[in-house]
DNA sequence: GTAACATTCACCCATTTAGGTTAATGTCGA
DNA sequence: TCGACATTAACCTAAATGGGTGAATGTTAC
């Protein structure tokens, strides 16, 4: 799946920090590091991780590196999300259905002295 | 954040099947692992994540585990995930009206011969 | 009681991650 | 040209992950 290296870049708060950060306007990677106290080295890292999921894009100008966010893998997730939800809800409420219609055929069968809870 | 957890237990199409297994109805780990290549051991380790991030719950009887999909977490994240598309989207919308401002004003006070693109 | 079953525990291995430090590379400015 | 700046590269360590095997534990069934 793709899914895979959006989720992994999402499931850490610094990297979710640097997408908010990147959410109010382009920046250099500098810039994105200042408020971290990890090295600038780490940050870099953590870029990486999120260009290879493809939220961040990156433009060189001199030595300046220019961060860009990138929604199109976050909405696509965010998209998966809301179908698997929507899967789980027909399951489940299938499920619990077909559960109350056996209890109503056990009732059916048995006295119905004491109704099973 | 517990989002981490959630996400990271996510991360992984293993995990993703065994929760799709589980929308259909509760299971054993036996019965969880059986599609799977891999050794039961990992399939329980899987399993192991996926509680760590509250996404199934166990409840023993004798000797079977039955595994139970528990919706909350994923609930939670898919929340998230929605607020903060909404905060990129008000975001960038914010900036593209500033820049545009600019631009107005660049051909406001330059004689607007060619406009810049 | 004993054999089969369900599951985990305790290890082993390779890979990835998150952090670090110290170069190396390339670019700007005087 | 030369120093300062921006960024990555190369290496180190510790921890987590995903896979494996084999033993241990507890339960069912005969």
Sequence with gaps: MDLDDTL???????RRQILKRLASGDA???EVAAPFEISLNSVSKHIRILERAGLVSRRVSGR?????LER???D???QWMLETRDFWTRR???LEAALRA??????????PKRRKK
């Design 64 to 68: 300046d590196h220019f961060l860009s």
């Design 72 to 74: 199109a893998p976050f």
């Design 102 to 111: 056996e209890d109503a055929i056990a009732a059916a069968k048995n006295p």
């Design 28 to 30: 250099r990677v500098t």
């Design 8 to 14: 992994i870049a999402l499931a850490d708060d610094t």
């Design 76 to 78: 696509e997730l965010t």
């Design 92 to 94: 489940l409420d299938a």
